[in-house]
C-alpha cells in the first residue's frame, strides 16, 4: 500500500490531499453553488455519455478487480448499490459473484420526496419497476439494512465528497440511519473535480474507488492506497444478472 501522496498521482490531478484548506464551506453563495453544481453535472453527465460500450467494459473490469481485492469481507454482509444509469459503473456482475459467495444485495427505493431512501432486496427474479429518473428498485422485496453502501457518482472531489444528481436523497439517508455502514463511492477519474464546494449537510464517502484504485479517506483528505499495474479481469456474470439486463423495460 502507498503511504502518502505519491508521485504516481500527479499524472491524474495531483496531490489531493488537505483540498479542503483551499475551497472552505463558505467558498460561493448558496445561488452560486447551485448554478455551479448544475453545470458540472450537465458537463459531466455529457462527458461520460460519450464513453462507448467496449471502454465501458473496460472501466468496469478495472474498477471490480479493485472492488475484489479491497473488500474481501463483503462476501459475508449486507450490499446495497444503485441500479446502472447513464454509463455508470455497473455493480451488477460483481454482485452476481458475491452473492455465489454469501452476500444479500439491496437496491434503494425512494419513499418520498425530500425522505430517506429505504433498502429492498434485490437478486436476478425479484420484480422491478421504474422510479425517479428512470432507475430500476424493487418492488415488494424485504427490506434491509445495509452493512456497506455502493454510491456512484458524477463527480468526485479530493476530500472524498460525492457530486450526485441534486436530489439529496444519500445524505439524508446516511444521516438518518441509527448504525451508519461502510460508504464507498464509485467514480472514473474523468469524473475528479479540485472540490465539490462541500456544504454542512454533504456526507464524505468512506472509500472511492475508480479505474486506476482505491482512496481511503482520511484527515488530510483522500489516500490513494494502491495503483496495481497488472491483474486478470474477472468474468463476466451478464447471464445471472436479470432479465432486462441486455434491453428489457423493468416491469411496471
Known amino acids: 500500500m502507498v503511504s502518502n501522496c ?43 455519455e460519450t464513453l462507448t460500450g467496449e471502454a465501458l467494459a473496460a472501466l468496469r473490469r478495472r474498477i471490480d478487480h479493485h472492488l475484489e481485492r479491497a473488500f474481501a469481507d463483503w462476501a459475508h454482509g449486507i450490499l446495497a448499490f444503485c441500479w446502472p444509469h447513464r454509463n455508470e459503473y455497473d455493480f451488477r456482475h460483481l454482485a452476481a459473484a458475491l452473492r455465489r459467495r454469501g452476500a444479500s444485495t439491496a437496491l434503494p427505493v425512494v419513499v418520498a420526496p425530500k ?12 420484480e422491478l419497476a421504474k422510479g425517479p429518473l428512470g432507475i430500476a428498485y424493487p418492488v415488494d422485496s424485504p427490506e434491509l439494512i445495509p452493512d456497506h453502501v455502493l454510491l456512484p457518482m458524477l463527480g468526485w472531489d479530493g476530500d472524498g465528497y460525492r457530486l450526485g444528481y441534486g436530489g439529496g436523497f444519500f445524505d439524508r439517508t446516511l444521516a438518518s440511519l441509527a448504525k451508519r455502514p ?16 462541500p456544504q454542512p449537510h454533504d456526507i464524505p464517502m468512506d472509500f472511492v474507488v475508480t479505474e486506476r484504485g482505491v482512496y481511503r479517506r482520511e484527515p488530510q483528505g483522500l489516500k490513494f492506497l494502491d495503483n496495481p499495474q497488472a491483474f486478470s479481469s474477472p468474468p463476466c456474470y451478464a447471464s445471472e444478472i436479470a432479465p432486462d439486463y441486455f434491453g428489457e423495460e423493468p416491469k411496471s
Open 115 to 126: 425522505s430517506p431512501l429505504i433498502f429492498r432486496e434485490w437478486a436476478p427474479g425479484v
Open 6 to 48: 505519491t508521485p504516481p498521482l500527479v499524472e491524474y490531478h495531483g496531490c489531493i490531499q488537505g483540498s479542503r484548506a483551499v475551497f472552505p464551506f463558505n467558498a460561493m453563495t448558496p445561488s452560486e453553488l447551485s448554478v455551479w453544481r448544475k453545470g458540472e453535472r450537465a458537463r459531466l453527465l455529457k462527458e461520460r
Open 182 to 197: 461502510q460508504v464507498i463511492g464509485l467514480a472514473y477519474e474523468q469524473a475528479y473535480l479540485p472540490t465539490i464546494h
